[in-house]
């Protein structure tokens, strides 16, 4: 069965700490997507991871991606009450079907 | 403004009367899909369209059905709804080139008695 796992599911952090979202896959895919979800609102792209060792920064985060472990990342920097919000990573399924799979999402609370 | 729009926004109906979902987009995208999104699944994909005439199913297709007669426009049609089929659901839309990260509607908020 093809999954995309996001761990944690839930997570509260205080204002000014780094910590790191993980999302696992079970598919062989190239390419990764991380987009964000603000309460009651729609999702807008973060980033697009395309190959293997890939590493995108905007802002306080930074995602990047390993293939080889299907695991990419997350790292929210110094976090501060903005980025509170959830965050879903997406994989595209190879071959060219861009049937996609998203995780269950990670929904973050950041504390001031 | 380039968008990706969804009508309607919210829409509570009884169990069998066919309803239709419309998205439309201004970017030219050749790809479009349809996502319900649930708590505690995350999004899942109903049905993926790459160009017009081109439709395939996604993760849940049952009891849904598409159409993409223009490239601008993609309706999600539900013949005979039931309250299972009760979620949010959003229209999304990308190019097809290698870096397709997609751009989401608002969503809709349908409910089914």
């Known amino acids: 069965e093809l999954k995309v796992e996001q761990n944690p599911l839930f997570l509260s952090m205080q204002e000014g700490k780094n910590y790191t979202i993980y999302c696992n896959y079970s598919?062989?895919?190239?390419?990764l997507y991380w987009y964000r979800q603000d309460p009651g609102k729609s999702l807008e792209s973060l980033f697009v991871?395309?190959?293997?060792?890939a590493v995108k920064q905007e802002g306080r985060l930074m995602a990047s991606l390993d293939t080889k472990a299907r695991l990419s990342t997350l790292h929210i920097t110094a976090a501060v009450h903005d980025l509170s919000a959830t965050y879903f990573c997406?994989?595209?399924?190879?071959?060219?079907?861009?049937?996609?799979?998203f995780g269950t999402g990670t929904r973050l609370k950041v504390l001031a | 403004e380039a968008q990706v729009t969804q009508n309607p926004r919210y829409l509570i109906t009884v169990t069998g009367k066919k309803l239709t979902v419309t998205c439309s987009q201004n970017?030219?995208?050749?790809?479009m899909s349809w996502y319900r999104q649930d708590p505690g699944l995350g999004l899942r994909q109903i049905y993926y369209?790459?160009?017009?005439?081109?439709?395939d199913k996604g993760d849940v297709p049952e009891g849904y059905k598409v159409s993409r007669k223009e490239k601008r426009n993609f309706p999600l049609i539900l013949e005979s709804p039931s309250p299972n089929q009760t979620s949010l659901y959003f229209c999304?839309?990308?190019?097809?080139?290698?870096?397709?990260?997609?751009?989401f509607g608002p969503g809709t908020r349908l409910t089914v008695l």
């Open positions: 970017m030219n995208h050749e790809y």
């Open positions: 997406a994989v595209d399924i190879t071959s060219g079907t861009y049937k996609y799979i």
């Open positions: 991871l395309l190959s293997n060792g």
């Open positions: 999304a839309s990308s190019r097809t080139s290698h870096y397709n990260e997609q751009f």
């Open positions: 598919t062989t895919s190239d390419r």
């Open positions: 369209s790459m160009n017009v005439e081109v439709t």
